[in-house]
């Protein structure tokens, strides 16, 4: 429905890569380590966020804070 009649964004978050093949379609993109599949991302903008983690334990969820932030068009830069 969202695909049909939205013209944003979509986000599935938390999903397994076997679900992603199943549900994935044409234009999709999984993000295996962030576990998001999006269709049609939002052109990148202005406006630049950081993710900051406590650890190497939460790198699975910075990867997925990051796909969802450049997602909906926000520019993340490069972690070093």
């Known amino acids: 429905m969202l695909l049909k009649c939205g013209s944003g964004p979509v986000l599935v978050t938390r999903l397994e890569p076997e679900v992603a093949a199943v549900i994935g379609t044409a234009g999709s993109t999984y993000h295996a380590r962030a576990r998001l599949l999006t269709w ?13 983690t ?23 830069p490069a972690g070093g």
């Open 40 to 52: 049609r991302p939002a052109a990148g903008g202005p406006v630049s966020v950081a993710i900051v």
């Open 54 to 76: 406590g650890g190497t334990v939460d790198g699975p969820v910075a990867d997925e804070a990051a796909a969802i932030a450049t997602a909906i068009g926000l520019a993340v």
